[in-house]
């Protein structure tokens, strides 16, 4: 995001324009023509919804722990984060951006799905005494991917996994249920299995705005660890949903939120179908990763290495169809 425009965004109270002094900086710095990394930007998506846009990266060693989108909401009474980063440290940048917005308390931290670039950041909100909050799955999810989890978090953010911890959620999501901020309501959703097995989305009534965890994937290829089809039920699902935007787990927060669903549903659909055929024709794994939805091939970020691991996977539950 443009400095000037990230300075309009953040300048619409008077907490955040007391502190402009890095960002001053920041702008003093590229008109010089310094490179300076960008600082940790947040968005208001919509009246009291903060977005941080993580970067299209994979999670392999190094990925730093921000990737995804994370964020919080604002209500009369209190705040509600939604995922947190890959690490207590991204975690604490969340928080610190909070603070520059709003002193009220944070009730809650809402964790869309199981996947570490959403929950490593939790652990920084612990004194804050929050709520957490996830599907009904969450917490056995993060029971057994803990080990792999947390051996893999030193390899993944470095000397950021200091402190890293799986928080499993104290309020538990069944079906849809609401909780009240003051002033606006979240209608909390957990879904069979789809992207994970433990997706919930976060619809917030006062301005339309649907967060959808890994459900949808804008620009970054999308990547299976549930269950595919039900994933396809669960995009016809969300798209009964009286959104004006979409904030989605990965790519920008838009109003063309039904297109964005279309695209996704492409390409599950013909990875879905074109793995099935392969299978039938009596292919073999290398064949059809070389093969599947190759139309879908410079339509999205990330595309080798994510595709290949959702082929791999389909193969072996279609396999035995
Ligand atoms: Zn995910």
Not at 23 to 51: K, M, N, R, S, W
Not at 149 to 175: M, T
Not at 232 to 240: F, G, V
Not at 291 to 306: H, Y
Request: glycine share 10%; with cysteine.
């Amino acid at each position: 995001m443009p400095a000037e425009l990230m300075l309009a965004r953040l300048g619409s109270s008077r907490k955040e324009v007391a502190m402009p002094n890095q960002y001053l900086l920041f702008l003093a710095l590229l008109h010089c023509g310094a490179t300076l990394a960008a600082p940790f930007a947040v968005e208001q998506a919509a009246p009291g919804i903060y977005v941080h846009r993580g970067e299209h990266r994979d999670i392999n060693a190094g990925y730093g722990g921000d990737i995804c989108n994370i964020g919080f909401i604002v209500g009369s009474k209190g705040v509600a984060v939604i995922d947190s980063g890959g690490s207590p440290k991204v975690g604490a940048q969340l928080r610190k951006a909070l603070r520059r917005v709003t002193d009220l308390p944070i009730l809650y931290v809402i964790n869309t799905h199981v996947h570490p670039d959403h929950v490593f950041g939790n652990a920084a909100f612990r004194k804050d005494k929050p709520t957490f909050v996830g599907h009904e799955n969450l917490a056995a999810g993060m029971e057994q991917r803990q080990a792999v989890y947390l051996r893999n978090q030193a390899e993944w953010v470095g000397a950021d996994a200091a402190g890293s911890e799986l928080i499993p959620p104290a309020l538990q999501i069944r079906g849809t249920q609401s909780i009240d901020l003051g002033g606006r309501t979240l209608r909390l959703t957990a879904y069979p299995a789809a992207h994970s097995h433990s997706d919930l989305t976060v619809f917030d009534d006062a301005t339309g705005t649907l967060w959808t965890g890994d459900l949808l994937f804008i620009e970054r290829t999308p990547s299976v660890d549930g269950d595919l089809q039900g994933w396809l039920r669960a995009i016809a699902q969300l798209r009964a949903i009286p959104a004006a935007r979409a904030i989605p787990g990965h790519g920008p927060v838009t109003r063309e939120w039904h297109a964005a669903l279309d695209d996704e549903q492409r390409y599950l659909t013909t990875l879905l179908a074109e793995v099935r055929a392969a299978i039938k024709q009596g292919l073999g794994l290398q064949q059809t990763i070389e093969s599947a939805a190759r139309s879908e091939q410079g339509k999205w970020v990330l595309f080798d290495i994510i595709h290949r691991r959702n082929v791999s996977l389909m193969y072996l539950v279609l396999e035995w169809e």
